[in-house]
């Protein structure tokens, strides 16, 4: 018991923390309750996805600006493809596409050998124009009964289905894989990419999949995003220097090597119900994005700091 509580105490704080601060939301609106966390869990779900993406790519020693365009490219192409053919093929070629994607992100850092912050920068700007050829303004049409999985409340009380999709889709990902051999691969290399191919990894090959993995959760997050508004939307949103926040509030180390997806996701509602609050205390909407911006800044800073401190002993 004593182990588990050690290996897992970061993300029991984190889940600590998030109870105290729905307790203040409850303290601030007494109005708050199963259908304001429904619609938290709704709204913190796209955000939720790019974390677990941006995630599994920091844990293998990288990381992708492009999460947040990868998303507007799959969101416009399940608003356009649905509009157009059956649901079913077209949720499945956004998956897909979602996933080449990342792997083509991969792929350029491992062959081209340029840093990856360069890479997903550029891709970036690739992947926005994309968006844009597919969709120049906000169209398209999602599926209904993609939007009743997001928006019809709740599969049991004080459960939303938000939350619950979020949570089979990262199970059914990232559970088989987390105590694999690829698993395994992905943290070796992200500790230290040198011993890892000496002790025989692949680490280009594992490289190209945790971003094709960053890929896939990518899809998600863009399906996610237009099942909320109903259409897909070409301009990026303000998802990447949050999920970086949140990636680093969740435990996991910016070297790579350390951490998990629940610290993250958790990370992901602790940003929410802050914001939540800031609102529902009528503070200025310009104001609390300053707020947002400052925390998001000063989480990745102190992760920074950590991570060239850990290097240096």
Request: overall charge positive; hydrophobic content about 60%.
């Amino acid at each position: 018991m004593s182990n588990f509580l050690r290996k897992n105490a970061w993300v029991i704080g984190l889940s600590i923390l998030l109870a105290l601060l729905l307790i203040v939301t409850k303290m601030i609106q007494p109005s708050f309750g199963a259908s304001g966390l429904e619609s938290v869990a709704r709204a913190a779900l796209p955000f939720a996805f790019a974390t677990a993406g941006m995630a599994v790519v920091v844990i293998v020693g990288g990381i992708d600006l492009s999460v947040a365009s990868i998303m507007a490219v799959c969101a416009v192409t399940a608003a356009f493809l649905m509009e157009r053919m059956a649901s079913v093929p077209a949720l499945f070629i956004v998956l897909g596409a979602g996933l080449a994607m990342g792997l083509i992100n991969g792929a350029l850092i491992v062959l081209t050998r340029v840093p990856d912050i360069v890479v997903t920068l550029a891709m970036l700007f690739v992947w926005e124009g994309v968006a844009l050829l597919i969709l120049d303004s906000p169209g398209g049409k999602t599926a209904p009964w993609i939007q009743e999985i997001i928006r019809d409340g709740f599969l049991v009380d004080w459960l939303p289905k938000a939350l619950i999709l979020l949570s089979v889709c990262t199970a059914l990902i990232w559970g088989p894989i987390r105590r694999s051999k690829l698993g395994l691969s992905i943290y070796a290399t992200g500790s230290d990419e040198r011993a890892a191919f000496r002790s025989g990894v692949f680490v280009g090959r594992t490289k190209i999949i945790a971003y094709g993995i960053c890929g896939l959760f990518c899809a998600l997050g863009g399906l996610s995003l237009a099942a909320l508004t109903g259409i897909g939307e070409p301009v990026p949103g303000p998802y990447l220097m949050a999920s970086v926040a949140a990636v680093v509030l969740g435990g996991v180390v910016l070297g790579g090597g350390k951490g998990g997806l629940i610290g993250p996701i958790i990370a992901v509602f602790i940003l929410r119900i802050i914001r939540t609050i800031l609102t529902l205390m009528a503070v200025d909407p310009n104001v609390t994005t300053i707020i947002e911006g400052t925390i998001m800044v000063a989480v990745v800073m102190l992760g920074t700091a950590a991570t060239m401190r850990g290097a240096k002993t």
